[in-house]
């Protein structure tokens, strides 16, 4: 049960997260998932309050509430949500709704909501079709809560979502897909997880990679977000990427999970993204009818019980009439992301053979079938383009012979397949100038991935990855591909460029953005993006301070609180934003957001006072919150030179380890990734990581944020030593 007073009224706040093994914390029971029960819940409230859970609610009395009666359930979804919440209420196709946030945020829900009661109903409409089984949790709630520390969670009937979500300033077009994506990721759960339930957590892609793809085919079939498959690709592959190519990457089903607390570290991009991708893959091979009976069929079959990998894969074989026993093994029992290419053969601007591989892991062999496309693009057309089932390691691409040799070459191109796609020399060099007139969302998303993997791998320049951003992505049309690069890929890329080079990239980064800004019109999302990215990157105090002032912005966004806080959060990185300046903007924001901005601007300035202080707060303040000690951790390792910063790297794994004893699961997580000294990219920081993780006292949660750190930082140390000098491409 988590408890959060709101500082800008001082209301209190409570709700239940019993996932994944807490319900034992909140009352008694045992925590497997194939236990279900229905539930009868009572709640005393305090005077005012309203009170939400699984099932609808009935006031008994000023202070008592009885929810109805529930369908069976797992231990791990129930909760009780309480408090003086803001709620507006519809209904649609018989079901009551409600979405409801802190009384605070009244105006910012009651401005939102309508755009979120939408995609609800849009949601509901797509899953009746597409499921043949009524939703049947009684009403639909949703609340945004404070301090969640995951972005959202399926309880049923009663779905909470961080109140991130309930935006402040300027709203982008990708971060109304990201919202939207999440509402229909968590009623997608309502079947996925609440009604068919898996039968222990080694299955937990049956919720996990279900909800992200069916979420991603709502929102491009139902609603009008029809690119949600370029920002799946643009975003959340990503993501995966990452994991699965990290030393903790796991098989998509059937990953060990001995203990509730061992699975949660399963809950990452392999789960989600890869398991959704393997889907796609799986539709690409027997057909998309044949996957919709099948589907029916499971839920059918296992309504309000439970259900494992094998009952879904009979599904699937008794759809479609084919054994999917070879294809179940290397797609969802081996971990790992193969590397497809294709290479062509040319006489003058003609393709005379072309050559498709595809090679897996050798660490990690499989025999995965991979069906998907090549396109070729020139001059902003596509001049080449063919369709393949890549089902050996090498083998003839004959479609392609006769088509002209594009200048761009993107295996593929309409991501329908898991692969780390590699580019050719000729396309790689061509990308910084040529990549943003790729007519097709999906191509450019790819690109994007290949590049950033290339780095990752130690292949790619990473000044090639700086160059392309700072010449192509103020020419991208794709809000989600501009969010992605912006929030993934940018703050990242100062890791892997040599120390020295790091100031002009991100001025290069700054004026692509400053270029999309200065040409778009007043109040468009495209001007958002610009500005957002120049707050981000730039480091030119006089326009920053003008900027924090509201001169030289238009009228949309002079009172945007979150672009002036990233401005703020800009300044103090290079120390000059003064103590006056400071308290006059948290004296102007008393929120929570508003804390947390104050937190992490004191901790970004380079000073020894200022990384003292926020480490001191970071480590021993046992009254700080989860979100509270992440900012302090992100403002740390924000700004600073490398003498500054270099004590925390010890610091980190004497101090951070023993957080566990007050920091538990998902916020333990966060924390420890947060803390991890990354932009000390040398051989000491990853000796001081690996000797740590021969420690047998690391909780779960703090040594898989090591590994996974580590990786990156070996990544990092890989790339400064392949490319440490030379002209910028």
């Known amino acids: 049960m988590h408890r959060a007073v709101d500082p800008a009224d001082g209301e209190a706040y409570v709700y239940g997260m019993s996932f994944l093994d807490a319900a034992p914390s909140i009352f008694a029971c045992f925590d497997q998932p194939d236990l279900k029960a229905p539930y009868d819940v009572t709640v005393h409230a305090p005077q005012g309050w309203t009170v939400f859970g699984n099932g609808a609610t009935e006031q008994t009395g000023p202070q008592d509430f009885r929810l109805a009666t529930t369908k069976p359930l797992a231990t791990y979804f129930v909760t009780v949500c309480a408090g003086p919440w803001a709620t507006l209420r519809d209904e649609h196709d018989g079901i009551p709704l409600s979405i409801s946030a802190r009384a605070s945020q009244r105006d910012l829900l009651e401005a939102q909501a309508p755009q979120m009661f939408e995609v609800t109903k849009q949601s509901f409409d797509h899953y009746h079709r597409l499921f043949g089984v009524r939703y049947d949790f009684g009403d639909y709630d949703q609340l945004f809560v404070p301090e969640f520390n995951a972005g959202a969670m399926e309880n049923p009937g009663c779905v909470v979502h961080s109140d991130s979500m309930i935006f402040r300033g300027g709203i982008s077009r990708a971060q109304l897909l990201g919202r939207s994506n999440t509402i229909a990721h968590e009623m997608a759960h309502m079947w996925f997880g609440d009604m068919v339930t898996m039968t222990w957590w080694d299955d937990l892609w049956l919720n996990e990679s279900f909800a992200e793809y069916m979420s991603h085919r709502c929102l491009a079939e139902s609603t009008e977000f029809t690119e949600a498959f370029v920002d799946f690709g643009a975003s959340r592959k990503a993501w995966g990427y990452r994991a699965d190519r990290a030393p903790s990457t796991h098989p998509v089903a059937g990953a060990p999970a001995p203990d509730a607390h061992s699975a949660l570290q399963n809950f990452d991009g392999i789960s989600y993204a890869k398991g959704a991708s393997v889907l796609r893959q799986l539709i690409a091979h027997i057909g998309d009818d044949a ?123 309409a991501d329908l397949t898991w692969a780390e796609v590699r580019l050719d020399d000729a396309t790689l060099a061509a990308l910084p100038e040529q990549l943003a007139g790729v007519p097709d969302g999906s191509a450019r998303a790819v690109a994007w991935c290949a590049l950033d993997a290339g780095v990752m791998t130690g292949r790619v320049d990473p000044r090639l990855l700086a160059g392309t951003i700072a010449r192509s992505w103020g020419r991208e049309s794709d809000d989600g591909i501009r969010a992605g690069v912006a929030m993934r890929i940018v703050p990242r890329l100062r890791a892997f460029l040599p120390a020295a080079e790091v100031p002009d990239a991100y001025r290069g980064i700054a004026a692509a953005g400053r270029e999309l800004f200065d040409r778009s019109a007043d109040g468009s999302p495209d001007q958002l993006a610009g500005a957002r990215l120049v707050a981000g990157a730039s480091d030119d105090v006089q326009l920053l301070g003008r900027w924090l002032t509201g001169d030289g912005l238009p009228e949309s966004l002079r009172d945007d609180t979150e672009l002036r806080w990233a401005v703020a959060r800009s300044l103090a990185r290079v120390d000059a934003l003064d103590d006056a300046t400071l308290q006059r903007l948290s004296d102007a924001d008393r929120t929570m957001q508003g804390e947390l901005e104050g937190i992490r601007i004191r901790a970004l300035r380079p000073t020894a006072e200022a990384k003292e202080q926020a480490w001191e707060s970071l480590a021993h303040d046992a009254d700080l919150s989860n979100y509270q000690l992440v900012a302090h951790a992100e403002g740390l390792w924000g700004s600073g030179d490398p003498e500054l910063l270099r004590p925390y790297v010890a610091r980190y794994f004497a101090d951070v ?73």
Do not use: K
Not at 367 to 385: I, N, W
Not at 657 to 662: I, N, T, V
Not at 690 to 697: K, N
């Open 291 to 413: 996957f919709v009976v099948g589907v029916r069929d499971h839920i059918e079959r296992h309504l309000y019980a439970n259900a494992g990998l094998a009952d879904f894969m009979s599904a699937m074989e008794r759809a479609s009439g084919r054994d999917l026993t070879a294809w179940q093994q290397a797609w969802l029992g081996t971990a790992g992301t193969d590397v497809v290419a294709v290479h062509l053969e040319r006489d003058g601007d003609r393709v005379t053979g072309a050559t498709g591989t595809r090679h897996a892991p050798v660490e990690r062999p499989a025999d995965r079938p991979h069906t998907f496309d090549v396109a070729g693009y020139s001059g902003g057309d596509r001049v080449l383009q063919a369709d393949l089932t890549a089902e050996r390691d090498e083998q003839q691409v004959p479609e392609l012979v006769g088509q002209r040799v594009p200048e761009l070459l993107i295996p593929n191109a």
């Open 657 to 729: 380890p023993p957080l566990a004893e007050r920091v538990t699961g998902m916020a333990l997580g966060r924390v420890a990734t947060a803390a991890f000294p990354w932009p000390m990219v040398e051989q000491d920081t990853l000796d001081r990581s690996r000797e740590a993780l021969a420690r047998t006292d690391l909780a779960d949660d703090v040594r898989r944020s090591i590994v996974d750190q580590s990786f990156l930082l070996e990544c990092a140390l890989r790339a400064r030593t392949a490319f440490p000098g030379g002209d910028t491409p």
